[in-house]
């Protein structure tokens, strides 16, 4: 293995509405994991910058390290301690796959202590296992908009075509946390057998609407009951947004971003209506957010050599 | 005869007593031995900003030619009332020419002897001149759009050359005042600024004479003065180094035009600033407070100000250029607001910037970008709290206690 090298990871949104813990969406803002030098074995040091500085462990307990270790271990290979700089863009807990990213970035790592490295889709099972759910680690690594299926440790996915250029995705980000947990426990044991017929049928008309390029049909596709409504309610602004959002002529859909509390919308032209509103909405209700204008990442996590100069502490 | 340079504004006038208003100011100063030069603006009717920075039409929402024709004929409205009034008026036109842009591109505005001649000949015979002031002649015969408040300019440009010292901005109000934020109980009128303070508040983002109008008056060394029609002695003074007293802050301003962009991730080298901001600078894009983040890892942050109604541009600017820098995005903010505070001394009373960053802290509010000069400090907060940060600034800096 030679270092330094950068590790670069992708942000991702999954759900898009009705795609619940299926469809997932790569995005062009990124994490930067630059594995500087190797340490003594068990010994670990994470630099966080940016987005989680301050907050993410910076030893063992790590989740790049985290991931990297519970790799090795299953591989049978003795790990190396690592220095790791985790330059950080995408923000932390606002459902846009910060976690999946050092799950991806970790196992990437262990990759790279393998005699005979593995490809990316051989990886996904492990990053798969580790995260829990596909919908944000297999579009993560594979970039693109992906439907993933889990059944026990079985993957089956697909990666659609690409977004048209003339389309973006408009993220807004308010200065608002919703763990997972609490957007777990927000939804319903049980749907009801009309609300299931509603999503499934809307699932299926996005993904083929994707595939096919009929991108008309993402209002309709990205429509959802059975956890926007509940999830909707976890943030100030939430259920305002995601019935005018859709009502604005430049929208082309809207949904929470994974469990929230980031919206995301896809525009035609720079999405600077859309974007503005959303924030606008958020302020209405009394949060502070910002926003992104992003490209679909069709690359996932890339591999690159850096110079020595990048090792200066 | 002494001449007065005296810069009129279309939304001055709703109804026929505000006519009234102006004959009676201009009668009490022919009474004077006065002869009243009048400079007309009537492009910013709703008192917005069609296209600040324009200097030529291009590029504006307005109709150039409709604009053009609306303050032509508000020249002639005001030349028939007052000479229905005794008063003896020539109304002039854009095409006569009285102010010539020097380029189509750099906006300098000049008035050719020529053009003095033609305004002589009418001020010789006591005849009172009434010009429209937004726009000059471009070198190719077209009327170039002299931007936001640009008859301020136009004013200045005139008292340049006709050798006065002194040029007037009547507005409906009584002068400048200690902050742009409505509701402020204890506002106070400004008497005294100084170049230098007009500027700052013009980039504070108050509404206060155009800032080429001050540096030319500045350049020039004419005071200007901000007052009502009725009142010439009241109102704002703006002058060089302004003696006396010393109040240090002037005013406290809030701007909530302005959004933030943070490109994030640009790797380290020489010239990927140059690239960002030559990027910007072809669409035509201004930034301002441009902060760069401590390098790590050959990567860094670049943060700047934009104006909001830019930001469409900046959008489409920015993503192209974080794509083929290799940055890791782009964040993009409009919910902000800059809150400034403006007074010449500022940089030689070193309690200034604690007393503003207390003041603010005191009240919670988080203060996400800073920048300072000599004569102002502005921070850049959450739009929810701007309001909040001026009323408390106010109060601290402004206030009697």
Not at chain 1, 160 to 175: F, I, Q, T, Y
Request: charge should be negative.
């Amino acid at each position: 293995m030679r270092f330094p090298i950068r590790i670069r990871v992708p942000a991702s949104s999954a759900n898009l509405g009705s795609g619940f813990d299926t469809l997932g969406l790569a995005l062009s803002l990124y994490n930067f994991f630059d594995v500087l030098e190797v340490l003594p074995s068990g010994r670990y040091e994470v630099e966080v910058i940016g987005e989680g500085s301050g907050e993410l462990e910076t030893d063992i307990k790590n989740q790049i390290v985290q991931s990297y270790e519970k790799a090795c271990g299953t591989w049978g290979i003795n790990p190396l301690g690592l220095r790791i700089r985790s330059s950080n863009a995408i923000p932390l807990a606002r459902g846009l796959g910060s976690s999946s990213t050092a799950i991806v970035g970790g196992v990437m790592i262990a990759n790279l202590v393998r005699d005979v490295p593995l490809s990316k889709e051989e990886l996904l099972p492990m990053m798969v296992d580790i995260e829990g759910h596909p919908d944000n680690v297999v579009p993560c690594c594979l970039g693109g908009m992906v439907v993933s299926c889990l059944e026990n440790s079985d993957l089956r996915y697909v990666k659609l075509p690409r977004l048209p250029s003339d389309m973006v995705a408009v993220v807004a980000v308010p200065d608002f946390k919703v763990s997972t947990e609490e957007a777990r426990n927000a939804l319903p044991r049980e749907v009801p057998l009309e609300d299931a017929v509603f999503n499934i049928s809307r699932a299926a008309l996005l993904s083929a609407s994707w595939a096919t390029g009929k991108f008309d049909n993402l209002p309709w596709g990205m429509s959802d009951r059975i956890h926007q409504p509940f999830r909707s309610r976890l943030f100030p602004g939430g259920e305002a947004l995601l019935d005018q959002v859709s009502r604005i002529p430049e929208c082309s859909g809207v949904a929470i971003s994974g469990s929230g509390p980031s919206i995301i919308a896809f525009a035609s032209g720079s999405g600077s209506t859309v974007a503005k509103y959303m924030c606008s909405v958020f302020s209405k209700h009394g949060l502070r957010s910002r926003f992104f204008v992003l490209d679909e990442d069709y690359q996932g996590a890339t591999l690159e050599a850096l110079s020595r100069s990048t090792t200066r502490r | 005869m002494e001449l007065k340079v005296i810069r009129i504004l279309e939304e001055m006038f709703n109804e026929e007593k505000d006519f009234q208003g102006l004959y009676r100011s201009l009668k009490r100063l022919c009474d004077y031995n006065c002869l009243p030069v009048l400079v007309v603006s009537s492009t910013n009717p709703d008192g917005g900003d069609p296209g600040y920075g324009s200097d030529t039409l291009k590029g504006l929402d307005r109709d150039p030619c409709l604009m053009v024709k609306r303050e032509d004929r508000f020249c002639q409205v005001i030349s028939v009332i007052l000479a229905g009034k005794s008063l003896k008026c020539k109304s002039f036109r854009v095409e006569d020419n009285i102010f010539k842009a020097r380029t189509s591109r750099d906006g300098t505005v000049i008035c050719e002897r020529e053009s003095l001649s033609k305004l002589q000949e009418v001020t010789i015979n006591g005849i009172i001149p009434i010009i429209p002031g937004s726009f000059s002649l471009l070198p190719e015969s077209e009327p170039g759009y002299l931007g936001w408040n640009g008859a301020d300019l136009s004013a200045v440009v005139l008292v340049e050359a006709l050798q006065q010292t002194q040029c007037y901005l009547w507005s409906g109000k009584r002068g400048l005042s200690s902050s742009n934020l409505p509701g402020i109980s204890t506002l106070k009128s400004l008497g005294r600024i100084s170049y230098g303070e007009c500027l700052e508040m013009a980039a504070a983002g108050m509404n206060v004479p155009s800032a080429r109008a001050v540096e030319r008056a500045e350049n020039s060394n004419i005071r200007i003065c901000v007052c009502r029609p009725d009142g010439q002695e009241e109102g704002t003074w703006i002058m060089s180094e302004v003696s006396g007293k010393s109040v240090i802050i002037k005013a406290v301003a809030l701007d909530k035009e302005t959004a933030k962009i943070a490109v994030l991730g640009v790797p380290d080298r020489p010239g990927i600033a140059a690239r960002l901001f030559s990027g910007l600078a072809a669409e035509g894009i201004c930034v301002e407070m441009i902060l760069q983040s401590v390098m790590r890892g050959q990567i860094n942050d670049i943060a700047f100000l934009v104006d909001k109604r830019d930001i469409e541009k900046t959008i489409t600017a920015c993503r192209d250029l974080s794509r083929q820098l290799g940055a890791q995005g782009v964040t993009f903010d409009t919910e902000i607001a800059r809150v400034s505070v403006v007074g010449a001394g500022i940089s030689s009373h070193a309690e200034i910037p604690s007393r503003v960053f207390s003041i603010l802290a005191g009240k919670g509010i988080n203060i996400e970008m800073i920048s300072a000069s000599s004569m102002a400090i502005t921070c850049v907060v959450s739009s929810l709290d701007g309001e909040a940060a001026v009323h408390a600034l106010h109060h601290e800096f402004m206030e009697d206690k």
